[in-house]
């Protein structure tokens, strides 16, 4: 891979701040400039407020506070030539093309040779920025279209100038997946690329047929997010987000770059988004646009179509939507609501329909096979489905003659794939428990192997291959090769129970015949939400405490024979990692994470303490009580991986994959590495406690944090219970105690806990409503 020491990126608006701001995420001091502000004494403001920017905006841009250090400051006139140090120059300035090529004139005479350099423009073709300029920049010059936030979206387009050096891509290509965690799509150097070019028909066929059919705001965003497999912002919503102007300028672009293109006039701006922008009601930039903030309690509003006029925000409700609410899976629930003739379902139709047909007579002219422009909506939209998989989800044969009814032409490719018999865009290939899948090329008019993305892990594949070896209803077992078996958590929210902790010791078993090495992981939308609560409540309710001393026991073992397995055991945890499923990191004797790792010891939030062994991790890897108190107390979570090792919950020695496609595969690697010499490690006996003496002292800060009105009544009762644990009971002095005399004080005070009537509340609060109940 190549190494890149340091890169330079030029603009400190909202998206190169950002792209600086990764960068630095992923170790890399980065030089931002921009422009000098008239009439601002400081000639470094533009670039300083795009850092703070970046640093405070909501989602942040960094994953810590101390990483906006790495990114330096300037501006374009005193400090360009420095980029003459820089590795890697990413231009991200305005989108207008004499703008551009005037600082590339100016950035070509200061480089070093062989440095790279890159275009961020979301459309302007490549071809027009580097005319003129010599053949050796033309080399080194591509094009590397981020997605905003560059943190949070994994799609990065890759695009090739008239001259790029392929063995350049290819570099390029493989950092920006390694080292900045992203998913990368080659795209031709077409107008808008590949995911603005689809998301631009989505976006644009959505706003037709809400205004022809006479959908609210509201309507259009229940029924284009979540219930169709898109992120909860929606239509409108995202709008709002991205900014009127943005839309309307990003369609008026296309517009004038594909004059023929069949579908063009969808991209010219309706007069509602002409009347938007002249009212400079660009959405959350101005305060308001689709949706608006009113009142003192900040109510959300909609803007009523027709009248321009705010009103609070309706729920709508169809009929067949509430029914197909019901159906869990994503491609049944698809089917049935394009099935409905109602409103609702003739509206997702017409949407899907003319979208998938866009995508499909898109090949060749943007990508040259089906799977780019899948992955491009997949990671740079983050639909759940890209247009082909949606077809597929909808069922080919059936979606094809529906089109054919309303009286649409088919292209000729998708006539070819009737003709042969073909049953979808994808069809699995497995072989001999190796997963395999084919695509449907359009251009050759017959089914090519996708080919394997070395070090990436993908676990429906190897269980459809067949790579299962147990399972139960929360739980499989599945057989990653090279003798490394995954634990695969599919509970609800990855809850924690009886299911998993058996699999986990079914596991231990299971080495006896042949594995070496266990990984515990999975890939649901997060790692685990922690034990299941539900199961908790119940019993505490039925007054079943001795049922309920059994469980907390045997998970607390459980939890333990993972720190001392009998083989290596690597815990590979994503996304949100709360309660047990963070005992569970804690206890791991390797970890690998992903960057994006929100991890936490909230059972404070539903009347608990940790029960899990989690008191009792925190206190060996800090020592003093006191900041642990603090964080388990205030129930804090951490932004990323990098934050969690601050808060104390991963250790020096834990990985931390970028790419999080890459999680399994990296935890995998690591559990073969510890295979060669892994000697299971022995439970503590000297675990060092404060005693009494630490218990008042953490009972002081509780009542300060109580009279301060930061924590309630009950929560001063809990912070007792916890301020016990932390300090090892009530001992004279500091002493030495075991792992299990700490596990045991957790437990006690865990089983006290849900004895109260108020714990009970909150846990049933939390359960109803999703957030704590403050009593």
């Excluded at 591509?142 to 790029?164: D, K, M, Q, S």
Aim: with cysteine; net charge neutral.
């Amino acid at each position: 891979m190549i190494s890149i020491r340091r890169v330079a990126v030029l603009g400190a608006g909202t998206m190169g701040s950002r792209i600086a701001a990764h960068f630095a995420n992923a170790g890399i001091p980065a030089l931002l400039l921009d422009i000098v502000v008239p009439g601002v004494a400081d000639r470094n403001a533009a670039a300083k407020k795009g850092i703070e920017t970046a640093w405070k905006g909501r989602p942040g841009g960094f994953f810590t506070d101390a990483l906006p250090g790495l990114v330096t400051p300037g501006n374009f006139e005193d400090d360009l030539p420095k980029i003459a140090d820089c590795d890697w120059i990413i231009e991200a300035v305005t989108e207008k093309l004499d703008v551009k090529r005037e600082l590339w004139t100016r950035v070509a005479e200061l480089r070093q040779p062989g440095s790279i350099v890159s275009t961020n423009t979301s459309g302007i073709p490549l071809a027009l920025i580097a005319e003129g300029l010599s053949d050796e920049f033309r080399r080194h010059f591509l094009g590397t279209h981020f997605f905003n936030p560059p943190r949070y979206l994994h799609l990065c387009e890759v695009i090739p100038g008239p001259a790029t050096d392929p063995a350049l891509l290819a570099s390029i290509s493989e950092y920006l997946d390694r080292r900045l965690g992203k998913g990368v799509v080659p795209c031709k150097d077409t107008p808008n690329f590949i995911a603005n070019r689809i998301g631009s028909m989505w976006g644009s066929t959505t706003f037709k047929y809400a205004m022809e059919d006479g959908f609210t705001v509201e309507e259009v965003d229940a029924l284009t997010g979540s219930l169709i497999g898109l992120p909860n912002s929606a239509s409108f919503r995202l709008m709002d987000i991205v900014g009127v102007d943005i839309w309307v300028h990003v369609g008026a672009n296309l517009y004038g770059m594909v004059p023929n293109d069949p579908w063009r006039e969808r991209f010219r701006a309706h007069p509602v988004m002409e009347q938007l922008m002249k009212r400079n009601w660009l959405g959350d930039k101005t305060g308001q646009g689709f949706f608006k903030r009113a009142g003192p309690a900040k109510e959300i509003h909609a803007l009523n179509l027709n009248t321009f006029e705010y009103h609070p925000a309706a729920k709508p409700k169809f009929a067949s939507v509430e029914q197909a609410k019901l159906v869990e899976d994503l491609p049944a629930r698809l089917r049935a609501l394009v099935a409905s003739t109602d409103k609702a379902g003739t509206f997702l139709w017409k949407l899907m329909r003319d979208s998938m047909l866009y995508s499909a007579e898109r090949v060749p002219e943007i990508s040259d096979r089906i799977v780019e422009i899948d992955r491009a909506m997949r990671w740079g939209y983050a639909h759940t489905f890209g247009p082909f998989e949606l077809w597929d989800a909808l069922g080919f044969t059936e979606t094809a003659r529906r089109m054919e009814a309303d009286g649409l032409a088919l292209p000729a490719s998708v006539v070819t794939m009737l003709s042969h018999g073909a049953k979808s865009f994808y069809r699995p290939a497995d072989e001999n428990r190796r997963p395999r899948m084919d695509y449907f090329d359009l251009g050759a008019g017959h089914y090519a192997r996708l080919e394997e993305r070395a070090g990436v892990v993908e676990l429906p594949a190897l269980k459809r291959a067949g790579n299962t070896v147990t399972r139960n209803a929360g739980c499989s077992l599945v057989d990653l090769g090279d003798g490394v078996l995954c634990v695969e958590f599919h509970s609800k929210m990855n809850s924690l129970g009886e299911d998993q902790m058996g699999q986990i010791a079914t596991a231990y078993e299971e080495c006896k015949k042949g594995f070496q090495a266990v990984v515990i992981g999975n890939q649901g939308e997060l790692f685990s939400a922690g034990a299941n609560l539900m199961m908790v409540l119940m019993l505490a309710q039925d007054g079943e405490f001795d049922d309920l001393n059994a469980a907390i026991h045997r998970f607390q073992q459980s939890i333990m024979a993972i720190k001392y397995a009998p083989v290596p055991v690597v815990v590979a945890a994503h996304g949100r990692a709360l309660g047990g499923g963070c005992e569970m990191i804690l206890h791991g004797p390797r970890v690998q994470v992903s960057a994006e790792l929100y991890a936490g010891l909230v059972e404070v939030g539903v009347g608990l303490i940790p029960g899990g062994g989690g008191c009792k991790e925190m206190i060996l890897r800090h020592g003093s009580p006191k900041a642990v108190f603090e964080t388990v107390g205030y129930a804090k979570v951490s932004t990323s991986a990098e934050d969690a090792r601050k808060l104390g919950f991963l250790d020096a020695g834990a990985g931390v994959s970028m790419n999080a496609e890459r999680l399994i595969g990296d935890a995998k690697a690591a559990a073969i590495a510890m295979a060669q010499s892994y000697k299971p490690a022995a439970p503590r006996n000297d675990v060092k406690v404060a005693g009494a003496a630490g218990i008042a002292l953490l009972k002081q800060g509780a009542w300060l944090g109580h009279e301060g009105g930061y924590i309630t009544d009950y929560d001063l009762v809990i912070a007792e219970k916890l301020a016990n644990v932390l300090c090892g009971g009530r001992l004279s002095g500091e002493q030495l105690v075991s792992e299990q005399y700490l596990l045991d004080l957790e437990r006690e005070a865990f089983l006290s806990l849900c004895g109260d009537a108020r714990t009970q509340a909150r846990m049933a609060h939390m359960l109803k409503t999703g957030k704590p109940l403050r009593n």
